[in-house]
C-alpha cells in the first residue's frame, strides 16, 4: 500500500485534516503503534530534518562573518592613506599602506587592486582615485554581505521557530492523550 494511500483506522488523513500521509511518514513503524508514539517519531523527524537545514545555512553563515571581518580591515587600511588636497599639492599620491594575504585577494575579487603584481605585503602608494574606488566597493561589499547575513538570520531564526513549534505541538498532544487515557481509566473503575 503506497503512502498517500494509506489510511489510519479508516480516517483519510487528506479529507480530514487537509494532509498527506506522506508529509508526516515515519519509516520503520509498525501498524500497532500508539498515536502517542508516532508524534514523538514523527516530532523527533521534523527536528533532524530542520538540524539538516541549519547545518549548512550555519556553515554559510560562518564564511560570510570571515569575509566581512576581512572586509573590514581592508576598509580600514584602505583609510589610512591621506591625501594633501591643498592647491600646490599633487592630489594623486598619497602615504602608503600595505594588506594581508586575505584583504589582498578580497580586493583583487572585487576588481578594486591597482597595483599588477601580488606582492600585497609591500606599502605601495595609492592614487586618491584609486584608494577612493577601492573604499567604496569594498563598502559595496560590506553592505552585500550583511543584507545576505540579515536574510540568513531570518532563515535561521524561522528554522529554530519551527522546530520549537513541532515539539510544543507533540508535547501539548501527548499531554491531552494522557489526559484522555487518565480520564478514561477512571470512568472505567
Not at 65 to 73: S, V, Y
Not at 91 to 107: A, I, Q, R, V
Request: proline share 2%.
Amino acid at each position: 500500500m503506497s503512502v498517500e494511500a494509506k489510511n489510519i483506522e479508516g480516517i483519510n488523513l487528506k479529507e480530514r485534516w487537509g494532509i498527506d500521509a506522506k508529509e508526516y511518514w515515519v519509516s520503520g513503524i509498525s501498524t500497532a503503534l500508539d498515536f502517542q508514539d508516532v508524534m514523538v517519531q514523527v516530532s523527533e523527524q521534523r527536528a533532524t530534518a530542520v538540524e539538516q537545514e541549519v547545518a549548512p545555512l550555519a556553515a554559510r553563515i560562518k564564511a560570510r562573518n570571515k569575509r566581512l571581518e576581512i572586509a573590514g580591515t581592508a576598509l580600514s587600511a584602505l583609510s589610512k592613506p591621506t591625501f594633501d588636497t591643498s592647491k600646490d599639492a599633487n592630489p594623486t599620491s598619497g602615504n602608503t599602506t600595505s594588506f594581508t594575504k586575505e584583504e589582498y585577494d578580497l580586493l583583487k575579487d572585487l576588481d578594486c587592486w591597482p597595483f599588477g603584481d601580488a606582492n600585497y605585503s609591500v606599502e605601495r602608494k595609492w592614487s586618491k582615485d584609486k584608494c577612493d574606488y577601492a573604499k567604496r566597493m569594498v563598502q559595496t561589499e560590506i553592505d552585500k554581505l550583511n543584507n545576505e547575513s540579515q536574510l540568513d538570520m531570518n532563515r535561521m531564526q524561522s528554522l529554530v521557530d519551527h522546530r520549537d513549534q513541532s515539539f510544543n505541538t507533540a508535547t501539548t498532544m501527548m499531554q491531552h492523550i494522557s489526559e484522555t487515557r487518565g480520564t478514561t481509566i477512571k470512568g472505567m473503575s
